[in-house]
């Protein structure tokens, strides 16, 4: 079964930090770009961060400099790191298990239940 389980997600001060979880199990992680999204009511999701399993990188402008995704693959974990955060950060983020290539097996996308961040201005 495949499970992808967010934490972290709180209520934080402008300004402030977080770090956000997510441990996958039941995918062949070395296997998945990793990314966290994020959604407010009313809008789509956006795609905040990505990494691939070598360690490259893609950042959404509205964050970069001030977050940063990594990941542990011996762990099958991915990580967000958010500093400096701000009012419009405030969504429900949610991880995603990407099939890095078209011929890897397993569907598409997996998702996470999500976590909530709210930060207060």
């Known amino acids: 079964q495949v499970r992808l389980v967010e934490s972290g997600g709180d209520l934080v001060e402008a300004g402030g930090s977080l770090r956000l979880s997510c441990a996958a199990s039941?995918?062949?992680?070395?296997?998945?770009?990793m990314g966290w999204y994020r959604q407010v009511p009313e809008k789509q999701r956006e795609l905040v961060a990505a990494?691939?399993?070598?360690?490259?990188?893609n950042y959404a402008d509205s964050v970069k400099g001030r977050f940063t995704i990594s990941r542990d693959n011996a762990k099958n974990t991915v990580y967000l790191q958010m500093n400096s955060l701000k009012p419009e950060d405030t969504a429900v983020y949610y991880c995603?298990?990407?099939?890095?290539?078209?011929?890897?097996?397993?569907?598409?996308?997996?998702w996470g239940q999500g976590t909530q961040v709210t930060v207060s201005s």
């Open positions: 990494i691939t399993s070598g360690g490259s990188t």
């Open positions: 039941g995918i062949n992680f070395g296997m998945r770009v």
């Open positions: 995603n298990a990407h099939r890095e290539r078209t011929y890897y097996p397993g569907p598409v996308d997996y």
